[in-house]
Nanobody, 118 residues
């Protein structure tokens, strides 16, 4: 089992910055990859950024503006969001992927709301 506690959302003006955090606990050693997803009202959940070891990947819509990082020493995942746009408004979810013999298990945080005003 892996528990994820995401935080750091809030209201920010367009062009501003926020940093999201996700504190992971439990069987952290089993985690293969971590990521941030987001879900805007009326839309499907989408991948924002992911990190596996030292490799990162980003959605095209956030490249150059968002940075994902992981502090392994204290099991925290971050998402630094700069130059925010109104279309970045969504609930952001932390995600951890754990491989098992039966397939990968996805763990989720409860989400943190980011609202970007125009």
């Amino acid at each position: 089992q892996v528990q994820l506690l995401d935080s750091g959302g809030g209201l920010v003006q367009a062009g501003g910055s926020l940093r999201l955090s996700c504190a992971a606990s439990g069987n952290i050693r089993d985690v293969k990859a971590m990521a941030w997803y987001r879900q805007a009202a009326g839309k499907q959940r989408e991948l924002v950024a992911g990190i596996t070891g030292g490799t990162t990947n980003y959605a095209d819509s956030v490249k150059g503006r968002f940075t994902i990082s992981r502090a392994n020493a204290n099991n925290i995942l971050y998402l630094q969001m700069n130059m925010l746009k109104p279309e970045d408004t969504a609930v952001y979810y932390c995600n951890a992927e754990v491989p098992t013999y039966g397939g990968d298990i996805m763990y989720w945080g409860k989400g943190t709301l980011v609202t970007v005003s125009g």
